[in-house]
């Protein structure tokens, strides 16, 4: 089993930074892509940003250029996500995504896990 504990989260004002963590554990053969999504009251879990094996990194255009998703290239299975110029709007849960192949009974199959997900709360 593959499991993601998120960090981080919590309360801030418009403007304001918050940093999010992720660190999957478990029997992972490779890791393709971590990354996060969120969703807010009565919406849709959406992307906010991913970043593959190779580096490679996408956004929601909601968040270019205030977010940064980086992974940690020692253990490349920890993931963070910087949010800076905070708006209200970014308020939601936010949830870390974690998938690619894990030793499942012997043999070596795929895992698209979640975490337990954080809340954000940006005040105006």
């Known amino acids: 089993q593959v499991q993601l504990v998120e960090s981080g989260g919590g309360l801030v004002q418009a403007g304001g930074s918050l940093r999010l963590s992720c660190a999957a554990s478990g029997m992972i053969f490779s890791m393709d892509a971590m990354g996060w999504y969120r969703q807010a009251p009565g919406k849709q879990r959406e992307l906010v940003a991913t970043i593959t094996s190779d580096g490679s990194t996408n956004y929601a255009d909601s968040v270019k250029g205030r977010f940064t998703i980086s992974r940690d290239d020692n253990a490349k299975s920890t993931v963070t996500l910087q949010m800076n110029s905070l708006k209200p709007e970014d308020t939601a849960v936010y949830y870390c995504?974690?998938?690619?192949?894990?030793?499942?009974?012997?043999?070596?199959?795929?895992?698209?896990?979640w975490g337990r997900g954080t809340q954000v709360t940006v005040s105006s």
């Open positions: 995504n974690a998938h690619g192949r894990a030793y499942t009974g012997g043999y070596i199959g795929p895992f698209n896990n």
